[in-house]
């Protein structure tokens, strides 16, 4: 089980991270908002420990946008804001549960088992655009009705760009979260995997779903 911890306490980061390693749970933290949205929409994880206050994005706005983009993984909020109205503010947007700082490491886990056996109950939302299907648990992708096979850095650019449907990304920030390395202008990584992409997914179709805009990145969208 994959857990992503986004918390920019340093200590309790490690913290939460040291506990969930021991108790067998593979975690991945982020310490600011915009790497921790980007890493849970492509990472595969099982469930995301959150933070309301942190630096770039708030933990409000990721909550928010994960559920929008059809992300159905169980959400745990943990943060030192207590006020009732708070509470269901984080549950009424799409968290499955919410709790307060200081807090009990044997609570925590309690709670992040429940949810976990929760989860596995049900499947995110399968992404649509156009005549493109994306089935995010098992890794499938048709179009038209068609199987696509795809290795899995295809398939998580693909992903990408399908859950972010319709906003251009940059090669930076492709490189980074596909890639997990900072972008250099003399690696054409990124460039290279959108062709062998598109050679699967979008030369055999008439309509094309992947469009470059010059100077800024790619964007996947049905235009028609």
Known sequence: MKILVVEDENK?????????????YVVNRAANGEDGFHMALVGGYDLLILDVMLPGKDGWSILEDLRRSGQQFPILFLTARDAVED??????SGADDYLVKPFAFV??????HTLLRRGQARSPEILRIGDLEIDPIH??????????DLTPKEFSLLYLLASRGGEVLSRS????????VSFDSDTNVVDVHVRRLRSKMDDPFER????TVRGVGYVLADRG
């Not at 509470?87 to 009424?92: F, N, P, S, T, Y």
């Not at 609570?107 to 992040?112: G, K, M």
């Not at 094309?208 to 469009?211: E, M, T």
């Open 12 to 24: 309790t980061a490690a913290y939460l991270e040291k506990g969930l390693v021991e108790n067998g």
């Open 87 to 92: 509470r269901v503010r984080g549950l009424e």
């Open 107 to 112: 609570e925590l886990l309690a709670r992040v």
């Open 139 to 148: 890794h499938k992708i048709l179009r038209s009705g068609r199987r696509i």
């Open 173 to 180: 920030l492709l490189a980074e979260q596909v890639w997990d």
């Open 208 to 211: 094309k779903l992947i469009h």
